[in-house]
């Protein structure tokens, strides 16, 4: 099939090239922008701070997204269902705030039925991240049992929620709710979920357009907004 002079074609990214994606825009009809480059934690606030994330299976080469429509929870939007608002209530559960990033991160990668993208680069590169300050988790504990978490990337007021987990019934729903209050908080104005779900529109998340989101992206990361140290609140 011949292709039209106009249709984009997802731009490749050298490994040892310069930092730089093309207009996040110019993505195509799936949001795939750019195919290959690095994971290295320059390219990702980069890619993060211009509404960019990589998603890819583990034989690919990192692939750089820019979807239409977004999927965002506004900051004062947080829905919480009754049913679960009593589980919250029975309080037999502890929150930890980076307290193992690295388990919660493994622990998301694990019996997926979709399988993973959370591959050994990613989790490399995510665990970097931490380190550097622009990534955070937040567990949730039976015990001495990890049994729930959720983690993602921070930059300025963003924070770009990536993916939760659960070892026990409602862990990742207390997870997400114990997420949205404390980073609220903490000066994030602005909470990416990429792609919006059933599961995600029940707790308040809604669609808006690139254009929209990528102001919002704008402006956020120019908050002044400190996530090292957090109490968590639910």
Same mark, same amino acid.
């Given at each position: 099939?011949?292709?039209?002079?106009?249709?984009?074609?997802?731009?490749?990214?050298?490994?040892?090239?310069?930092?730089?994606?093309?207009?996040?825009?110019? *993505?195509?009809?799936?949001?795939?922008?750019?195919?290959?480059?690095?994971?290295?934690?320059?390219?990702?606030?980069? *890619?993060?701070?211009?509404?960019?994330?990589?998603?890819?299976?583990?034989?690919?080469?990192?692939?750089?997204?820019?979807?239409?429509?977004?999927?965002?929870?506004?900051?004062?939007?947080?829905?919480?269902?009754?049913?679960?608002?009593?589980?919250?209530?029975?309080?037999?559960?502890?929150?930890?705030?980076?307290?193992?990033?690295?388990?919660?991160?493994?622990?998301?990668?694990?019996?997926?039925?979709?399988?993973?993208?959370?591959?050994?680069?990613?989790?490399?590169?995510?665990?970097?991240?931490?380190?550097?300050?622009?990534?955070?988790?937040?567990?949730?504990?039976?015990?001495?049992?990890?049994?729930?978490?959720?983690?993602?990337?921070?930059?300025?007021?963003?924070?770009?929620?990536?993916?939760?987990?659960?070892?026990?019934?409602?862990?990742?729903?207390?997870?997400?709710?114990?997420?949205?209050?404390?980073?609220?908080?903490?000066?994030?104005?602005?909470?990416?979920?990429?792609?919006?779900?059933?599961?995600?529109?029940?707790?308040?998340?809604?669609?808006?357009?690139?254009?929209?989101?990528?102001?919002?992206?704008?402006? *956020?990361?120019?908050?002044? *907004?400190?996530?090292?140290?957090?109490?968590?609140?639910?």
């Amino acid at each position: 099939m011949t292709r039209a002079p106009d249709e984009f074609m997802p731009m490749f990214l050298a490994p040892d090239g310069p930092l730089m994606f093309p207009d996040p825009t110019l *993505a195509d009809e799936r949001g795939l922008l750019a195919v290959g480059g690095d994971l290295s934690v320059d390219r990702l606030l980069l *890619a993060y701070s211009h509404g960019i994330f990589p998603w890819f299976d583990a034989d690919d080469p990192p692939l750089w997204w820019s979807p239409d429509p977004r999927c965002i929870l506004p900051i004062d939007g947080l829905h919480v269902p009754r049913s679960l608002n009593r589980r919250i209530r029975r309080a037999d559960f502890e929150l930890t705030w980076n307290e193992d990033f690295e388990q919660v991160m493994e622990s998301c990668a694990l019996d997926r039925s979709d399988g993973t993208w959370i591959t050994p680069s990613m989790l490399d590169a995510y665990t970097e991240l931490h380190e550097r300050g622009h990534a955070h988790s937040l567990e949730v504990w039976q015990g001495e049992e990890l049994v729930g978490g959720i983690y993602g990337v921070q930059i300025g007021g963003l924070f770009a929620a990536e993916s939760m987990f659960r070892r026990r019934t409602d862990m990742s729903k207390i997870a997400f709710v114990a997420f949205v209050c404390t980073v609220a908080r903490a000066n994030v104005t602005l909470i990416d979920v990429q792609f919006r779900t059933d599961h995600l529109a029940r707790f308040g998340c809604v669609d808006v357009p690139r254009t929209v989101y990528l102001e919002l992206v704008r402006r *956020a990361c120019a908050v002044d *907004a400190d996530l090292e140290d957090l109490d968590v609140v639910i």
